[in-house]
């Protein structure tokens, strides 16, 4: 599965998981957005993966 398809999964698992997938940069990470609508499990992730690589998130 491309890095793409997992981050665009109907999924939540997988979609949470391609947060950690190193084929998503450090670039691309920083320039996700979310809705109000997106799940925790993938906003928990999210922010795991932001404090790893030190990029500091705004709000």
Same mark, same amino acid.
């Given at each position: %599965?491309s890095?793409?398809?997992? %981050?665009?999964?109907?999924?939540? $698992? $997988?979609?949470?998981?391609?947060?950690?997938? *190193? *084929?998503l940069g450090?670039r *691309?990470?920083?320039?996700?957005?979310?809705?109000?609508e997106t799940?925790p499990l $993938?906003m928990d992730?999210?922010k795991i993966r932001?404090?790893?690589?030190? $990029?500091t998130?705004?709000?």
């Amino acid at each position: %599965m491309s890095i793409d398809e997992a %981050m665009n999964s109907e999924n939540i $698992i $997988i979609k949470a998981y391609s947060m950690f997938d *190193r *084929r998503l940069g450090k670039r *691309r990470l920083e320039k996700l957005e979310f809705t109000k609508e997106t799940h925790p499990l $993938i906003m928990d992730f999210y922010k795991i993966r932001c404090d790893v690589e030190g $990029i500091t998130l705004n709000g």
